[in-house]
């Protein structure tokens, strides 16, 4: 199968991103014909997921070629560098020319604070939504929001739901239901608790609790 | 929440797997209390996933501690290794004395092969099944198969799924369900393909031809 198009999609890493947010669309992407994947940080030294790993970057914010795609996820420590003027000039320099602007999970508050999302629909994770909201953006709980030229997906493992919606968007619907297929994404989760609406007020203040437990242990 | 438990979990790395068949189970093992993460390669060189990224392994064969869990996942240039002897010595050395042995996707082939799954039920990825069952497995079409101390999941993006009951298993319901809610996984697939037998066998062959050919852009 031969694809005309070739797209430059730009993935944005950090120290103390959620790996998850950001490999669940880098993995659909890569299975798309005629991709170019960069993973972008402001140096080629290894970054820190918040899960311990170590992940290399490839391009660095200076020598990124113009991108059709840029994407930023969230992560427990995104508040140390949400308001880094370096990646906030690159995701504005960059998203000014990009097709799709978009972002996974807390990655929406890097482009709220760019500038980017006001006036437009997003999804973030739901224990962002509050604060995305008082940027000035329209917090949406759809799981995938597509508004325009800007796509987000919700928390986490939405990057996967978000990766596909994208892929359908940018090759039609036969190339996204191959990849879902190879990816075997026909989900099972154990609990009918994967949002706040679903999980209801009990267990949403427990995890809360427990996030602000984990968060304290990884700052430390 | 304190947890009197601690476990110990290695990840298995090598050059040309899957990220996301690992870093599934991961981001849920990363956020249960009083886990130590290893990941696990013959070096401590970065090795480079079939998506093209580069991640650094903490922990080599040769010094790791003892294993309470055990996990390897597939990829798209498992082959290469999946006769590796130094690879199997360590998944059966570690897999003698572990709580639980246990695999993601394609991973299963490298337990078969380390003689660790002959009489178990296992799951694995859908085009991984024939090959499988040649080897004396009783292969599973489930999206995640605990047999006594054998724990599966079935391809790539099974391993949220198999993360979550492996939670489960360790650490009951509660603690499952918050971490559920944390990452968000209340999965909305654009399409109801997502196993062979949901998408049926037109679509089946066009991802299996896709497959082979991005297999054979891979290995070039």
Redesign the interface.
Do not use: N
């Given at each position: 199968?031969r694809h005309s198009q070739q797209y430059v999609v730009g993935l944005v890493f950090y120290p103390g991103m959620?790996?998850?947010d950001i490999?669940?669309p880098?993995?659909v992407?890569?299975?798309l014909p005629g991709i170019q994947?960069h993973?972008i940080w402001k140096t080629l030294d290894?970054i820190q997921t918040?899960?311990?790993?170590?992940?290399?970057p490839?391009t660095t914010f200076d020598n990124c070629p113009p991108l059709d795609i840029i994407c930023i996820g969230g992560g427990l420590a995104q508040s140390a560098v949400v308001d880094d003027p370096e990646i906030l000039a690159f995701l504005r320099q960059q998203g000014s020319m990009a097709k799709f602007v978009t972002s996974v999970?807390g990655g929406s508050e890097f482009l709220a604070r760019a500038g980017l999302l006001q006036g437009y629909r997003s999804a973030t994770?739901?224990m962002f939504r509050e604060q995305l909201a008082a940027a000035g953006v329209q917090v949406s709980t759809e799981?995938?929001v597509i508004d325009r030229d800007r796509m987000s997906g919700?928390?986490?493992?939405?990057g996967?739901?978000f990766g596909?919606?994208l892929a359908?968007v940018l090759y039609g619907?036969?190339t996204?239901?191959?990849i879902?297929?190879?990816?075997?994404?026909?989900?099972?989760?154990?609990?009918d608790?994967?949002?706040?609406e679903?999980?209801g007020a009990d267990?949403?203040n427990?995890?809360m609790?427990?996030?602000a437990?984990?968060l304290n242990l990884k700052v430390k």
């Open positions: 199968m959620t790996a998850l490999i669940g880098q993995t992407f890569s299975a994947i993973r290894p918040d899960d311990g790993m170590r992940i290399i490839d999970c994770h739901w799981r995938v919700g928390g986490v493992t939405a996967i739901d596909l919606e359908k619907e036969e996204a239901k191959m879902q297929l190879l990816i075997e994404y026909d989900p099972a989760p154990p609990f608790v994967g949002s706040p679903k999980a267990l949403v427990k995890a609790l427990y996030a437990e984990a």
